[in-house]
């Protein structure tokens, strides 16, 4: 029996494998025995048709790929990367990448290109959290576990849809909720998360900011703030309290686009509750205002000292597999390593680390400000940004620009690869063995359950091959995962906070480790939690006469993004179709719309085909259509967050027609 861990979403499920089947893993904390579709059906993802098996090249993109020699595909590349100046080079990564993949493409061109262009597609997803966690409790750490929940009365989850994104998490919520806990939903949809609600609160999209500071509002009136924690723990409580005042509490009202009474039964539900979770995702995230909702969502547990308690706190959940291991390693543009930053005294311990001088002080470009910054090499790997990126007609236009586009997939029906020049095969989930981090901070070991297909390799492995080829061997010469996890745990006493280098990788096949557990404080300089006051600015796209709709996008429970993997587990596709579009009965009626009728949806940027599903379950004026529906970024707009550059993917205005052109 292999114990091993699912690649999907950051709940990180334990798996055992038997040489034929997979199941959850009973001993195993997080899940208890349970998976969800898609992990269950990972291992039909392994052996598909649609595997990317050689590396292949081509002079144009307007040519086809041959293919070609792993030698020639690296030197090739090697030679690009030496010729192309250094700000002109840029890593585009995946928060599904293992640790050790991070660490060495991370090592390689921060430490040795000299570029902090090192970004990944967390960028379009935990982001803003990253900024707000950072600026409220002082780093980006997450106070709180998945179970916490079963210490807790009351669990808020705002714009997160578990029962679609984070299945086995979403069991655990049913099981807390047979023990007491009561649940609130705050989504513009009725989402299944929602049925199971206590409390739905049908909020207007982009209304949050009103609803956490009426939240906060209330509790300052009302003084139910911890005079103690706000006195000693906290900062700026005057400054907000008087802002406050300032505020109608009626305008926010009007805001979030519900009622009084609703309102008034949440608080009465809210200062009941002893304990207190709110949870959120990318509902908040994504937006051209997410660091500020995140902010005023984590007001509320800094007023009232539900933080650093058992069962309370602010829980962001995280998307990806291993988004938090990733941003450990330091794999995000504005951010050096090991969670430390570009100032001098971590240039100097991270250079001596590394034994390099190459570091440069800047922070590199996002994954968003890429195709933007006219590249000479872009390496993509483990994502994309075709697909994911918003506003894809500008996103072709620019991606076509860049001479020279290199793909790491492990799967060769990528939107990306229409523009790339070379594609080299990595060796997927089952193949490979590393580590990963889920959502609460549990580093867990996935292992290999069958052979690497003959021409396939691990994602570090081809970083090291580069690497090697432009001479930085020295630094690069592990001969397995083991070695890079090592090196990378070692590395995690820089900071003084991260005790990963406590984790052994031997022990981690067997049993996983949870960094931070002895951290029960914050971590800004003064030890103290920051309270921000923030207004909604109204900052997203504004629907119009012509354009009257918001679209909301988002995850359907059993597939995963593009869905190079779960498409092809064809267990998978019953549950929803991959192409819907949720409309209320009302906007149905007003457009002359059927139930499955085809539709046409655009916006200023774009137009895509979609089918109507007709549902009161979606507010009036607003849309709904999944992410698995590849061509959806045709519609978004690309405002981002100006401090996170998260993009504002939810609240783009569209038009519907039955007219399709
Ligand atoms: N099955 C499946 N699971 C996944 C993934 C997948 O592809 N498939 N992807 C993983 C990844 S990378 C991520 S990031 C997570 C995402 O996890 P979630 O964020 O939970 O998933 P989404 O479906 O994007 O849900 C966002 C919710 O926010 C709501 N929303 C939109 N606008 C607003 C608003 O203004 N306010 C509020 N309060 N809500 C709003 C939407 O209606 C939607 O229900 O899922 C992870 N899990
Ligand atoms: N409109 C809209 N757009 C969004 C979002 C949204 O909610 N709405 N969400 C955003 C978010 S939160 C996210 S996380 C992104 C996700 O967007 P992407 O990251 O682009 O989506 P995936 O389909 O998960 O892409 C993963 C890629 O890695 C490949 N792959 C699989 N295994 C391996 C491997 O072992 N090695 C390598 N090298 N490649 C492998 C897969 O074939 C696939 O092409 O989308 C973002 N875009
Ligand atoms: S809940 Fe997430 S980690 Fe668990 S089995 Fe499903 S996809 Fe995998
Ligand atoms: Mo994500």
Redesign the pocket.
């Known amino acids: 029996m292999i114990k091993s861990v699912c ?1 999907y979403c950051g709940v990180g499920c334990g798996l055992e494998y038997d040489k034929e089947t997979l199941i959850g893993d009973i001993a195993y904390p997080t899940n208890q025995g349970k998976v969800c579709a898609k992990g269950v059906s990972e291992l039909n993802t392994i052996q598909t048709a649609s595997r990317l098996l050689r590396p292949q090249m081509r002079e144009s993109i307007y040519s086809d790929f041959k293919t070609a020699s792993w030698e020639s595909a690296i030197e090739l590349i090697s030679q690009k990367l030496q010729n192309a100046p250094k700000e002109k080079i840029g890593l585009y990564l ?4 293992l640790t050790e993949d991070y660490y060495i493409a991370n090592k390689f061109a921060k430490g040795f290109l000299g570029t902090n262009n090192v970004d990944t ?2 960028r ?3 982001a803003s959290a990253v900024v707000a966690y950072k600026k409220s409790i002082g780093a980006d750490f997450v106070p709180l576990r998945m179970d916490d929940i079963f210490s807790a009365n009351l669990l808020i989850l705002a714009g997160a849809n578990t029962a679609e994104a984070h299945v086995v998490f979403h069991n655990q919520i049913k099981k807390a909720k047979k023990e007491g806990l009561k649940v609130v939903v705050i989504d513009p949809r009725y989402t299944e998360s929602a049925k199971l609600a206590d409390i739905y609160i049908p909020i207007k999209p982009n209304g949050d900011i009103d609803f956490f500071n009426l939240l906060s509002k209330r509790i300052i009136d009302e003084e139910l703030y911890d005079k103690e924690f706000v006195t000693n723990r906290v900062n700026n409580f005057e400054l907000l309290k008087n802002k406050f005042k300032r505020v109608p509490a009626t305008k926010m009202l009007k805001r979030t686009g519900i009622d009084e009474e609703l309102f008034e039964e949440f608080f009465r539900l809210y200062r009941r509750s002893e304990n207190i979770i709110t949870a959120w995702t ?1 509902g908040l ?2 937006s051209s205002q997410g660091v500020d909702k995140n902010l005023a969502l984590i007001n509320t547990h800094l007023l009232t000292g539900k933080i650093f308690k058992k069962g309370n706190g602010p829980l962001s959940l995280t ?2 597999p291993n ?1 938090m291991g990733g941003r450990e390693v330091g794999g995000l543009s504005t951010m050096l390593a090991v969670h430390l930053g570009f100032d001098d005294e971590s240039i100097k311990k991270v250079g001596e680390f590394w034994k390099t001088d190459k570091i440069d002080n800047k922070a590199g470009l996002t994954a968003t400000q890429m195709m933007g910054a006219n590249l000479e090499v872009l390496i993509i ?5 075709i ?4 506003n894809r007609t500008r996103t072709e236009e620019l991606m076509k620009k860049i001479p020279f586009v290199v793909e ?4 060769e ?2 939107e ?1 690869a229409a523009f790339a020049h070379i594609r080299l095969p ?4 089952g193949e ?1 063995e590393g580590v990963q981090t889920n959502l609460d901070r549990t580093i867990t070991k996935q292992e290999k359950l069958t052979r690497t297909s003959i021409d396939c390799k ?2 570090w492995e081809i970083f090291q091959l580069i690497a090697q080829k432009m001479g930085f061997g020295e630094a690069f010469h592990f001969k397995n995962s083991q070695e890079i996890f090592e090196e990378f745990a070692a590395m995690t006493k820089l900071n003084p906070y991260m005790d990963i280098h406590k984790a052994s990788y031997n022990l981690l096949a067997r049993k996983p480790f949870i960094w931070g557990e002895e951290i029960k404080d914050f971590l800004t300089a003064d030890k103290k939690g920051n309270l921000y006051f923030v207004e909604n600015k109204l900052l997203s796209e504004k629907s119009s006469l012509e354009y009257p709709f918001v679209l909301l ?3 359907t429970r059993d597939q ?6 779960t498409r092809v587990a064809s267990v998978l596709m019953k549950y929803k179709e991959l192409n819907f579009c949720e409309i209320h009965p009302d906007d149905a009626r007003e457009f002359g719309i059927e139930e499955g009728d085809e539709i046409a949806v655009s916006s200023k940027r774009g137009s895509i085909k979609t089918f109507a599903k007709i549902t009161k379950d979606i507010r009036p004026k607003t849309l709904f259509i999944p ?1 698995t529906n590849r061509e ?2 045709y ?2 707009n690309d405002l981002l967050d100006r401090e996170s550059l998260e ?1 504002d ?2 609240h783009s205005a569209v038009k519907i027609s039955k007219e399709i052109l």
């Not at 995946?94 to 990448?97: C, E, I, K, T, V």
């Open positions: 690649g995946s928060g599904q990448l597609n967390s379009t997803c935990m990318m995230n994504q998307g990806q988004a790997c483990h994502t994309d940004p697909y994911h990126l918003p790491i997939n492990a799967y029906d990528s990306s990595a060796a997927p989930w490979k691990p994602d996008t988002g995850r995963w993004h593009s869905g190079t993997k992410i959806i970024n519609l978004t993009p993917y939810n």
